[in-house]
T-cell receptor, first 116, second 116 residues
C-alpha cells in the first residue's frame, strides 16, 4: 500500500528565510509524487511533480523538491519565503494499480505561516 | 481553456435532504475523480469515473452516496439523506488519457457542503 507522511502539521518562518516542508513516502512501486498548495477557501494548485525523471524537481513560485529513494523522502524547499506563500501544502503520491495510474493519496497537510 | 468547474460553490442542506454536486471537467478530459476534505484533514479519495463507467469506488461510503459521469453533461456526486457528518469540502479533479496511462489531475475550486 502507498502512503505519505507529512512530518510537521505547522511550520512558521519569517519572510525572506528558507522554507522546508518535510514528507516521507511509502510505496512498493516507483512512485509518482506531487506537492499541491491550497490557499484558504480555494482549490488546489499543483506546485511540482516527480515521475522518475530528474531527482531534483523545480516547480512554480520558486519551490523545488528532491526525491531521495534511500531516505524515502520528498521534501519541499524554497530559498526565501514570501508572504504570499502562507497556505497549506499537501504531499501526494499517486496510487498505482498494475501499471495504470489511479487516484491520489494525500498527506494530512502542513500549514505554512510567514511572519513579516 | 476553462479549468475544472464545480457548482454550487457553497451548498447548505438540512439533515435528511439530498445534496447534488456537479463537476464539469476540463475540455478534452475524460477522467473524473471526487475527493472529500473534512475539517483539518487532507483530501480523501472517493470515486474515479470515466464517461458512463465507474472505475474505482473504493473510497465511497457504502450507503447514501452515489456518483455518475454520463455521456453528456457534468459528473454528479449525489448524497441522499444528508447528516451533519457529511459537512465537508468536496473537490473534483479531471485528467486526460496519455500514451502511458492517465495524465495529471487538475482540481476544481470545490463545493463546500454544510448540513444544518
Amino acid at each position: 500500500a502507498q502512503s505519505v507522511t507529512q512530518l510537521d502539521s505547522h511550520v512558521s518562518v519569517s519572510e525572506g528565510t528558507p522554507v522546508l516542508l518535510r514528507c516521507n513516502y511509502s510505496s512498493s512501486y516507483s512512485p509518482s509524487l506531487f506537492w499541491y498548495v491550497q490557499h484558504p477557501n480555494k482549490g488546489l494548485q499543483l506546485l511540482l511533480k516527480y515521475t522518475s525523471a530528474a531527482t531534483l524537481v523545480k516547480g512554480i513560485n520558486g519551490f523545488e523538491a528532491e526525491f531521495k529513494k534511500s531516505e524515502t523522502s520528498f521534501h519541499l524547499t524554497k530559498p526565501s519565503a514570501h508572504m504570499s506563500d502562507a497556505a497549506e501544502y499537501f504531499c501526494v503520491v499517486r496510487a498505482n494499480y498494475g501499471g495504470s495510474q489511479g487516484n491520489l493519496i494525500f498527506g494530512k497537510g502542513t500549514k505554512l505561516s510567514v511572519k513579516p | 481553456n476553462a479549468g475544472v468547474m464545480q457548482n454550487p460553490r457553497h451548498l447548505v442542506r438540512r439533515r435528511g435532504q439530498e445534496a447534488r454536486l456537479r463537476c464539469s471537467p476540463m475540455k478534452g478530459h475524460s477522467h473524473v475523480y471526487w475527493y472529500r476534505q473534512l475539517p483539518e484533514e487532507g483530501l480523501k479519495f472517493m470515486v474515479y469515473l470515466q464517461k458512463e463507467n465507474i472505475i474505482d469506488e473504493s473510497g465511497m461510503p457504502k450507503e447514501r452516496f452515489s456518483a455518475e459521469f454520463p455521456k453528456e453533461g457534468p459528473s454528479i456526486l449525489r448524497i441522499q439523506q444528508v447528516v451533519r457528518g457529511d459537512s465537508a469540502a468536496y473537490f473534483c479533479a479531471s485528467s486526460q488519457r496519455t500514451g502511458t496511462g492517465v495524465g495529471e489531475q487538475y482540481f476544481g475550486p470545490g463545493t463546500r457542503l454544510t448540513v444544518t
